[in-house]
């Protein structure tokens, strides 16, 4: 099993190094034909707008189809955004795999960057969460699954093989929410 981590910006270095102490083989994807022979991937935190001018318009089309073929994905901050099916103040999403609306930078400016402990469903109690300007889900569909909230607001979220977080796993030292996505991808596969 190989998960591939989009590389096109953000956090790139700290996921691939979140699989590797969990013993799972990961690649860094920049390019549509590196996403071949990849299990599932890994979309990180950075700037949404900017990710998706990094990529050109085939790029996140097979983003699009590989998702609607049940791909799992696992979008963290920007990632989030990026997989949303809505997104305040914008026409539509760029990959509409998940069935959420999504406010950007919701937790406020980047001076604002905290840290907390969640409660996730499904993978534990105080898990170590770091928000960076950080979406929000503001409203989601029938068919998704909240699985954490901070203040009131959904901050971690799943849809058959999407999940998405509002926060950053990948800056902490817990491996937990990465060990999640490894178990979905291989619950995907059988």
């Known amino acids: 099993m190989t998960i591939g981590v989009l590389a ?16 799972v083989k990961s690649r860094v994807v ?8 990849l299990s599932g991937l890994i979309l990180p935190g950075g700037e949404s707008t900017a990710i998706s001018l990094l ?10 189809d ?5 791909f799992p994905m696992f979008g963290t901050c920007a990632g989030m955004i990026l997989l949303a099916s809505r997104i305040d103040g914008r026409d539509c999403g760029y990959i509409e795999a998940i069935d959420i609306t999504v406010s950007r930078n919701a937790s406020g400016r980047q001076v604002n960057s905290f840290e907390t402990l969640l409660d996730i469903d499904g993978i534990g109690e105080d898990v170590p ?19 954490a909230r901070y203040n009131e ?38």
């Open 55 to 64: 990529a050109d318009a085939g790029f996140m089309a097979s983003l699009r």
């Open 30 to 37: 920049k390019t549509q034909e590196e996403l071949e022979g």
């Open 129 to 147: 969460a770091v928000f960076i300007r950080a979406p929000y889900v503001t409203s989601y569909g029938l068919n998704v699954r909240p699985m």
């Open 153 to 190: 607001q959904c901050v971690m979220a799943r849809q058959e093989n999407v999940l998405v977080a509002s926060f950053h796993p990948e800056l902490t030292e817990d491996t937990r929410v990465h060990e999640y996505f490894v178990e979905m991808t291989k619950e995907s596969r059988n």
């Open 66 to 70: 590989l998702a609607r073929r049940g």
């Open 8 to 23: 096109l910006q953000g956090a790139v270095r700290e996921h691939v190094s979140s699989l590797k102490r969990l013993g």
